[in-house]
């Protein structure tokens, strides 16, 4: 069993005629995803790698019964990519456009919620069952199936831990980048809540980095919540306040979103926490 996406997900690329899109579509494709057409305005009626290009996503759900759609377009109109998808039906909407304004975002995440939508992003790596699908640009060599769960900020961080935990012998269930923008469309509460009642997961890897709260949020709902073993990582312990470093949203401002301190919440919820990633599987194991 697997969350959110399986070898039965259909998948559409909207942006799938451009350089971005298309390379990860070809990749994949040959991972074994069932990338069933894309979607480039003013390209419809074309193909891509044997898959149909259509105009709009209602044209592209209508006829493939897509259920999964892949943001690959510039940021300018990436928040109307989303709610285009949402709007024709899509239930699982991955975005991996960065640089969109969080006004935008905010527009695009309550869109989603109102259509019954699942948006993942933006500004993430995307969702991979190994040996299954993966939709985005996690590397496919960085993990085998298993039954840890991962849930990561950084694209970087996950590949990482991805292959540490693959080289010592530990499979994945999935592996979920939520995106590290201020604004997101799936929490790290939402992920966890799926990893808990996913029957094949047995334990969990959080991935975080500094600013915002969305660790804290987490370290209470592993509290209150999680039955299954969490090991996590905060990167950023270093960082120079007011400062950001990587994502919109890692920035330490006044004090609030420190390393140590999401560090301290999450042990106190029961989580072991790994002074480098490369320890994520020594706790794990």
């Known amino acids: 069993m697997a969350i959110l996406i399986d070898r039965n997900s259909k998948v559409l690329v909207q942006g799938i005629t451009g350089r971005q899109g298309g ?4 990749l994949m494709m040959a991972y074994g995803t069932k990338v069933v057409g894309g979607v480039t305005p003013g390209k419809g009626g074309e193909w891509f790698e044997g898959a149909p290009v259509f105009d709009t996503m209602r044209a592209a759900v209508r006829t493939t019964h897509a259920d999964t759609s892949l943001i690959t377009v510039p940021a300018r109109f990436a ?4 709610m285009e998808a949402a709007d024709a039906g899509i239930k699982l909407i991955i975005c991996l456009t960065e640089h969109i304004p969080v006004a935008d975002m905010m527009r695009a995440v309550a869109f989603c919620k109102s259509r019954g939508s699942r ?12 040996g299954q699908a993966k939709v985005g640009i996690i590397p496919a060599m960085v993990a085998e199936p298993g039954n840890v769960g991962v849930v990561s900020k950084s694209g970087t961080l996950t590949y990482e831990v991805g292959f540490a935990m693959k080289n010592a012998g530990i499979g994945i269930s999935t592996i979920v980048g939520i995106g590290g923008d201020p604004v997101i469309g799936t929490t790290f509460v939402d992920v966890l809540e799926m990893f808990e009642n996913d029957p094949e ?17 987490a370290a209470d709902y592993i509290k209150n919540a999680m039955t299954k ?12 306040p007011g400062k ?5 949203g890692a920035i330490v401002d006044g004090g609030e979103g420190s390393a140590d301190e999401k560090i301290q919440a ?18 794990l194991a």
């Open 229 to 240: 073993p969490v090991a996590a990582f905060i990167a950023g312990r270093s960082a120079p």
């Open 244 to 248: 950001r470093m990587g994502h919109a």
């Open 79 to 82: 928040p109307d990519a989303i």
């Open 266 to 283: 999450l042990e106190a919820a029961g989580a072991r926490v790994a002074n480098n990633p490369e320890a994520i599987p020594s706790l």
């Open 23 to 26: 390379f990860h579509a070809r």
């Open 201 to 217: 997961t047995e334990k969990v890897a959080l991935l975080g980095e500094i600013g915002g709260s969305a660790e804290i949020v």
């Open 119 to 130: 948006l993942i992003g933006p500004n993430c790596p995307g969702v991979m069952t190994p």
